[in-house]
C-alpha cells in the first residue's frame, strides 16, 4: 500500500512539470511585426503592397463587407 501512495504522489508531483514551448533561436519568425508590413510565405491578394498600411486597411474592410449579410443579400 505504501509503495502505490509514493508512486501515486511521484506520478502527481511529475505532471506538475510545465515544459517551455518558446522557441528559440535567431530564425525563428516570432510574428510580433504588424500585419501590414507583409505576407511571410504567401501569396498577397491583389492591389495590396508589402508595408503599405492604407492598402492593407482597405483590403481588410473589402474582406470584412464579403462577409456582411446586408451586402450579401441586397445583391
Request: net charge positive; with cysteine.
Amino acid at each position: 500500500m505504501m509503495r502505490a501512495a509514493v508512486l501515486m504522489a511521484a506520478l502527481l508531483l511529475a505532471a506538475c512539470g510545465e515544459v517551455d514551448q518558446a522557441k528559440q533561436g535567431a530564425g525563428v519568425e516570432r510574428g510580433d511585426h504588424a500585419a501590414y508590413t507583409g505576407a511571410h510565405g504567401t501569396l498577397p491578394a491583389k492591389g495590396w503592397e508589402a508595408g503599405n498600411r492604407g492598402a492593407w486597411e482597405k483590403q481588410i474592410r473589402a474582406r470584412g463587407q464579403l462577409q456582411n449579410e446586408y451586402n450579401r443579400i441586397a445583391r
